[in-house]
């Protein structure tokens, strides 16, 4: 599985924002933006024009380090978003909030995109009944989500994210029933319920040339 295995606190620095990209550490002193501000590099507190070209790149880059997805895949979910009615820019975010990876971490099952695509990985989670390991994988609306019966008595990661599942506050267009630990797609996400903090029609304007 091709991923990206660089430094994480590098992505946000550069982007000049918090991704999130480490979870609890993001949260404490030890955040890499907090420490230090400026893009990385040693030109990194020089003062630059940015072009217009640079801030549709910009804007892309951080919508693709946000979801932890390759240029690759993100270049062919902006190629089906396009091919979809509607409009492309909020097809394309629609389309990186299915993924189970996304869905897992937004229901407070992982403290980060990466950590919840790594429990899938592992076969931690179920959807509709079935073992999936993808963690691109598209939820539909009224897919439940829920953790392996073995993995809860067998994981101690699992036992505490399910704990702190249960105090977390998902979008609307998703639920959790902290009873059954059992999450649900209520629907499918409209823009206004998308807190990412991107502009998606510079990256439509950065695809269209």
Known sequence: MARYTGPQCKLCRREGLKLYLKGDRCYTGKCGIDRRSYPPGQHGQGRKKVSEYGLQLREKQKARRFYGVLEKQFRNNYFKAARQPGVTGENL???????????????????????????????????????????????????????????????????????????????????????????????????????????ETLIVELYSK
């Open 93 to 199: 975010l629609r389309l990186l909030e299915r993924r189970l990876d996304n869905v897992v971490h937004r229901l407070g099952l992982g403290s980060s995109r990466s950590e919840a695509r790594q429990l899938i990985l592992h076969g931690h989670f179920l959807v509709n009944g079935r073992k999936t390991t993808i963690g691109s994988f598209l939820v539909r609306a009224g897919d439940e989500i829920t953790v392996r019966e073995k993995s809860k008595e067998s994981s101690p990661r699992i036992k505490e994210l399910l704990e702190r599942a249960a105090d977390n506050t998902p979008p609307a267009w998703l639920e959790y029933d902290a009873d059954q630990q059992k999450g649900r797609v209520v629907a499918l996400p409209s823009r206004d319920q998308i807190d990412t903090p991107v502009k």
